[in-house]
């Protein structure tokens, strides 16, 4: 937000520096994050002066250039070439001397230099005004007044507006501070607790008067939830043409550009108050009458950009007996605003129901000046006032005669917040016993109203423009904030407590597992958590009744929250992959959310996401794929690091999955994985496989917790490894050897793996080669070889029988 410290002066005299009325104001809690100069002619017209043409001559070598000399105010006239048609003698004109610097259009600096034009010596230049910057004439130079004395600097003629802007980053609760009297009232209660005490000069209306009733405009307010508060009045007369120029250099230090007189009438008062107001053409008002209302859903609107835009049945609309004039409190109507031709104008000030000017300002993607205040909160005790305010300047700049009394529909009154101020809280939260004499000025600084007075504490009213204090804690927020951070002392003593957290924290086993995946190559991403209402969760995975959909969403992007980490997930992946990074192991852990009927179910998840290549190609080794058995090893490694051994596989019947595997922990799915079915990429813009894992973090902590890892000692006596390399069926799998072989040796085999697959012509049809190794031991003794022999052959034996193996 721009504040010009001009204009805050017109409020409240300050003569202090402007860095210095910033560090106040940062202190108040109107954090100043810069300040800018502004001139409303850029350089300030610094080296221009008026000039007395005392001769001018036929240049002798040009036949449109004039030989001048000109007094500037010097000992003696200078000799100036100009090309001016309309330069004379004993004309008075601005000069720009040698040295100044005057700026283009554009903005681009150019200096004048002493030099030679066609000939003849040249020391300065006489400009026109679009050289000068004060208007777009190039017709000719400028002619001053006859009376000003040569010499003068022109910008003690001219109204040129140098100012220091503050740009404040204004936090969504301080809606009383969207207006230069909102924060000269901030700086005047931060002044008084320096004793330094200014009075608020406030624009007085009491001059206010009816002129006429010749003319109005009848309102009604069908929709009074929304509109709690409308006031209007009638101007006939008006004369709509350019602002003066102290207006427009208002409305240009706070970056606005000049429309027209009556619309930067409505826009200075939007500012300097904080009450948004509308102006309307009162001609095109038909019925002369103006009714506040909502409208059918679907009904087209045109607003001032041109934009036809489809109504919402919930958007708020001021509309004469016909049809729509304005989206109220956002946008106006194309066919309804001030033009040059208008000579009546209808006044609108108003107060709008905030959630329902928030929605509507993002569902049509609209953020206006006047929305911006409407969505935080005005004052409605201001809507009035402001009106008047207005409607005088109006009359005074355009014009005209008030032809109609104010319109002012207020069926409901506000009242102001009651708040019951403790001294002993005051002094708990602030953490230092502030005499209550500080208290009750900076309360009544900040015009809170102290209503009784009790050994414990304050009865108080809090002002209407302070929408956001309604609690005990915010008035003491607004007392601290007042009284200065900076002067609470810090105690020498620092007490403090170690806390007791469990090992098995969330946080904690989150850090184990992302430090052994960030040690194993893979990033950890972090995704929005709100996605678009159509993402692809939709395609048959999720059912649209346990959505989660966001009443007041920030745009369409961010409409509802997700039920799975996977698309949000894929988005990421595409993401690099359209910047050929194509080999990703990537890791998230992140919520997500469902509803069942009418609860609500938040669960934590852990994603792991694999495309491309484990590794890169070298000397040492060829390129490897990431394939399914790398991320099933993946997978199960991370429960055996968190101690969760003893689950069962079983083939997934996820939707997401072209093939895939679920881990099951006494009848709970505790991992998911697999490889994504190919629609799913094809959504994202995925031409590349992608392999994902979802593991049930929720469950995960739980199990934790009750799986004790124990210490286990090294063996004293050695492992002894045999091989079969085994003969089998294609329908054999190895997790079928697995299981046969510790049914047969449940005491002495320690581990079964398969280290080849062979499958080829050399075998008979149908059959494969499994290449098996079996680890022994006794915990107890070294094995014989006899021991050894006889568990192998019934393994053999086992196999055999079972699955019809034999040996190669």
Known sequence: MKISYNWLKQFIQLDWEAPKTGELLTDLGLEVEGIQKYESVKGGLSGVVVGHVLTCVQHPNADRLKLTTVDIGLYEPVQIVCGAPNVDAGQKVPVATVGTTLYTAEGEPWKIKKGKIRGEVSMGMICAEDELGLGKSHDGIMILEPSLEPGTPCATIFEIENDEIFEIGLTPNRSDAMSHMGVARDLKAGLEQQEIFKELITPSVSNFNIDARSFKIDVDVLEPKLAPRYCGITIKDVLVQDSPSWLKNKLKAIGLSPINNIVDITNYVLHELGQPLHAFDASKIKGNKVEVKTLAA????????????????????????????????????????????????????????????????????????????????IDINLTKYALKRAAMLIKEIAGGEFSSEIADLYPVKKEDYQVFLTFEKINKLIGENLPKDTIK??????????????????????????????????VIEEILRVYGYNNIGINQKITASVASTSKFDNHRLQNIVGNYLAANGYYEIMTNSLVPINQKDNLGLVDSGEQIRILNPLSADLSKLRESLLFSGLETVAYNHNRKQGDLRLFEFGKTYKKNNDTFKEQNHLGLFLTGNQTENNWLQQNRKSDFFYLKSVAISILERLGISNFSETPTTSALFSEGLNLIYNDKLIVSFGLIKKPYLKES??????????????????????????????????EVKRDFALLLDDKVTFKDIYSLANETEKKLLKEVSLFDVYTGTNLPEGKKSYAVSFTLLDENKTLTDKQIDKIMGKLEKTYADKLGASLR
């Open 298 to 377: 679907g009904t087209k609107f045109v607003t001032l950009d041109g934009v036809e835009r489809s109504l919402d049945a919930d958007d708020l609309m001021i509309c004469d007996v016909e049809k729509p004039l304005c989206i109220a409190g956002v946008f106006g109507g194309l066919q309804s605003g001030v033009t040059e031709h208008t000579t009546t104008v209808f006044l609108e000030s108003a107060y709008f129901d905030p959630v329902s000017i928030r929605k509507t300002a993002k569902r049509h993607a609209l953020n206006t000046d006047a929305s911006f205040r409407y969505e935080r909160g």
């Open 441 to 474: 000025s900076i309360l009544a600084a900040l015009e809170i109203k102290v209503n009784n007075v009790t050994e414990t504490g304050l009865g108080l009213t809090i002002p209407s423009y302070r929408t956001d204090v309604q609690r005990e804690v915010d």
């Open 685 to 718: 813009g995925i031409k590349s496989e992608v392999l994902y894992a979802d593991f049930n973090w929720d469950i995960i902590l739980e199990l934790v917790k009750t799986n004790d890892i124990k210490y286990k000692e090294v063996s004293k006596f050695p």
